[in-house]
């Protein structure tokens, strides 16, 4: 079976700019999880998806906002960037939402300056 | 709110000593998982333990559960250098999240 794939894998944008992540999960998975990973705070929790609704939220301001499609692929966006959105952004995917066997992607490195 | 905490943050050994990472969680945990990444690379999936004093072994780790579901270890007996990296225990989040992950313990083996 593939494992997740994210796209791109690394980023450089502007502040104020706003970035796009994708995410298609392993198949038959339907759950897709997002975190955020610094350095100074570890891995942070942004926001679950499954059958196309979110179903968790972490405390996220709102520019960071995501959707997911019905072959649940998901994406992630954030508008606004800010120097501190510098971060490698994770995603994985688990067979539902009440499973915690969580799979990961390798991750896309954004960077903002 | 809920926290997983990991100790300790750092653990240096010589290859062949013993190494162990703990886990403890503010709340009742349901149930625990462990990963671990490598430099550079993303976290992976180890373990899921899901009962009460339930052990576990991957070769030459080993995974333990509490008692009162509450905490949770990793050891590994005589480690290689194919151990380094960070290890994660992560549990369901009891305030509207997926998992809540502990800050990780990062192991580095000298040869």
């Known amino acids: 079976k593939a494992g997740v794939t994210q796209t791109p894998r690394y980023l450089i944008k502007t502040r104020g700019q706003q970035v796009t992540l994708s995410c298609s999960p392993i198949?038959?998975?339907?759950?897709v999880s997002w975190y955020q990973q610094t350095p100074g705070q570890g891995l942070q929790f942004l926001f679950e998806?499954?059958?196309?609704?979110?179903?968790n939220k972490g405390n996220f301001p709102g520019r960071f906002s995501g959707r997911q499609f019905s072959n649940s692929r998901s994406e992630m966006n954030v508008s606004t960037l800010e120097l501190g959105d510098s971060a490698l952004y994770l995603c994985a995917s688990s067979y539902g939402t009440n499973s915690y066997e969580q799979y990961f992607g390798p991750g896309t490195r954004l960077t903002v300056t | 709110g809920q926290q997983v905490m990991q100790i300790p943050q750092y653990q240096h050994v010589q290859e062949g000593e013993d190494f162990t990472t703990y886990c403890n969680s503010s709340?009742?945990?349901?149930?625990i998982q462990w990963y671990k990444q490598r430099p550079g690379g993303h976290p992976v999936f180890l373990i899921q333990l899901v009962k009460s004093g339930e052990v576990k072994k991957q070769k030459r780790l080993t995974f333990q559960f509490g008692e009162a579901k509450k905490n949770s270890s990793l050891h590994i007996t005589a480690t290689q250098t194919t151990d380094v990296g960070t290890y994660f225990c992560a549990g369901p989040d009891t305030n509207a999240g997926k998992s809540t992950f502990g800050d990780g313990t990062t192991l580095t083996v000298k040869p």
């Open positions: 998806y499954f059958s196309e609704t979110q179903r």
């Open positions: 198949s038959g998975h339907r759950s």
């Open positions: 709340t009742t945990l349901s149930n």
